[in-house]
C-alpha cells in the first residue's frame, strides 16, 4: 500500500518560513512528478508547485520568488521551503505524487496558518 505522509505545518507569524515535507512509503517502481498543492476554505485546491523527477521546476505566480521546492530521489521525498509567508498562504497544504504505472497519489494535507 502506497502512502503519501507530509510533515511541517504550522502557525507562524507573516514575514515568516516554514519547510513541508513529504515522503512516499511502499511498494512502487519510480516517482515521476512530484508537488504540493493548496486549498484554503472555500476555494478550489490549487497548484503551489511541482518538480519532475529531472529537477524541473514549476510555481504558481502568487508563490514565485517565496517558496522553493525540492526532492530527494533517493528517499522519495519532496519539500517546500516557504519564505516570506503572507496571510494569503493560509490552506490546508497537499503533497501529491505521480508513480510510474500506479498513478497520482496524494496525501492527507497540512495545515499552514500564517497570521497577520
Known amino acids: 500500500q502506497v502512502q503519501l505522509v507530509e510533515s511541517g505545518g504550522g502557525v507562524v507569524q507573516a514575514g515568516g518560513s516554514l519547510r513541508l515535507s513529504c515522503t512516499v512509503f511502499?511498494?512502487?517502481?519510480?516517482?515521476?512528478?512530484m508537488g504540493w498543492y493548496r486549498q484554503a476554505p472555500g476555494i478550489q485546491r490549487e497548484l503551489v508547485a511541482r518538480?519532475?523527477?529531472?529537477?524541473?521546476?514549476n510555481y504558481a505566480d502568487s508563490v514565485k520568488g517565496r517558496f522553493t521546492i525540492s526532492r530527494d530521489n533517493a528517499k522519495n521525498a519532496v519539500y517546500l521551503q516557504m519564505n516570506s509567508l503572507k496571510p494569503e498562504d493560509t490552506a490546508v497544504y497537499y503533497c501529491?505524487?505521480?508513480?510510474?504505472?500506479?498513478?497520482?497519489?496524494w496525501g492527507q494535507g497540512t495545515q499552514v496558518t500564517v497570521s497577520s
Open positions: 501529491n505524487a505521480l508513480l510510474k504505472v500506479l498513478g497520482s497519489y
Open positions: 511502499g511498494s512502487i517502481f519510480s516517482i515521476n512528478d
Open positions: 518538480i519532475t523527477s529531472g529537477g524541473s521546476t
